[in-house]
């Protein structure tokens, strides 16, 4: 398995960014709730996860008629990734399993080349390192695994969370990784010790219903800035009822060096969650959730230090996950509705 430069998508016309111009340009649908989406590192192809335990994939530019199931999980695939040349695609699964697979095969059933029992208990994350000889997963079992590329060995266990970990990420230097955790801690881990360097919290991101005696939090999604500097998070706030949702969506803007809480973004007109984060290179966040009932979700652009989205979009149903292509000039919108929506934002081509 080759791990070599990141590949330069496909280029898209030379019109300029502009979100209040974003339009649907695909549309890709199942017949039951998509779990996840992800963009290739080629721009090429966009996949989503659903509760059929199966993955799918569609050349963007080619149509509804390009699926290509990826099958092999025994239950839902909430998250997936991609070596940084593109090559491989890896899916964790709430099955206790790591699939390794060839992005762009091409075979009518593709089989994963590796899967890693990884976890005792649900795979919840899973991410490539930046130079792609690691991938960093967390579980159900309250640890952070770092496996080996291309072997699929594992090298470490990071231990410490006493909650399980929703997300981990690799910081932008490859030296580090970030993880949140159900009850709103995030810990910072030094890849080359295995040692715990940071711990702090977030805990306005958890709640505990009294009635159900249930705990609610943990991060739907987690992104760094391309320069390392914030850390994005993204999942809800102010729960008052675990089991009906009643809470509010939130992302949280943490500078790294600093360990503080630089901005909360929070919609106080939509009670729901944030399913999905991305920096735009442009310096706005976007982020995509699902509402408390109905299914309406929403996508967000907000300005950094800005208390209210400078633009939003009413989405047709509720968001289960957001990407953007390597250009960040489109983005994929999972839906529990089973519609996989492309929007690009730009201004519309005229007719």
Not at 63 to 88: I, L, M, Q, Y
Not at 158 to 174: E, I, K, L, N
Not at 234 to 251: Q, R, S, Y
Not at 267 to 292: L, N
Request: hydrophobic share 40%; glycine share 8%.
């Amino acid at each position: 398995m080759s791990n070599s430069l990141r590949p330069v998508p496909p280029p898209l016309p030379d019109d300029p960014v502009d979100v209040k111009q974003t339009h649907v340009v695909a549309e890709f649908k199942l017949d039951l709730p998509l779990t996840t989406c992800r963009i290739d590192p080629t721009g090429q192809y966009v996949f989503a996860g659903a509760e059929d335990y199966n993955v799918y994939r569609w050349e963007i530019s080619a149509g509804a008629d390009s699926k290509t199931v990826f099958k092999a999980h025994d239950s839902w695939v909430r998250c997936v990734d991609f070596s940084p040349n593109g090559e491989f695609l890896y899916t964790a699964g709430y099955d206790d399993h790591i699939g390794i697979w060839r992005t762009a095969d091409t075979s009518a059933e593709p089989a994963p080349l590796k899967m890693i029992d990884a976890h005792k208990g649900w795979v919840r994350w899973v991410r490539a390192s930046p130079d792609g000889t690691q991938l960093a997963s967390c579980g159900n079992d309250n640890l952070i695994k770092l496996w080996s590329l291309p072997d699929g060995k594992l090298i470490k266990e990071f231990a410490g969370h006493t909650r399980y970990p929703y997300a981990v990420v690799f910081h932008p230097d490859g030296q580090r990784l970030a993880s949140f955790d159900l009850m709103g801690v995030i810990k910072e881990w030094d890849i080359a010790s295995g040692q715990e360097l940071r711990s702090f919290e977030a805990k306005f991101m958890w709640g505990f219903d009294e009635k159900f005696r249930a705990d609610m939090g943990g991060a739907r999604d987690m992104a760094f800035s391309a320069d390392g500097k914030t850390l994005a998070v993204a999942g809800l706030t102010e729960v008052t009822n675990a089991f009906a949702g009643v809470h509010k969506p939130m992302i949280l803007l943490v500078d790294w060096d600093k360990a503080e809480h630089r901005h909360k973004f929070k919609d106080d007109a939509y009670k729901g969650m944030v399913w999905g984060v991305r920096f735009h290179p442009d310096g706005f966040v976007i982020g995509a959730g699902a509402p408390q009932s109905g299914n309406k979700g929403m996508l967000w652009f907000w300005n950094p230090g800005e208390e209210k989205a400078f633009h939003a979009v009413t989405l047709t149903h509720c968001a289960r996950g957001l990407d953007i292509t390597p250009d960040a000039r489109r983005l994929a919108i999972a839906q529990f509705d089973g519609l996989l929506k492309v929007y690009q934002m730009t201004a519309q081509a005229e007719a």
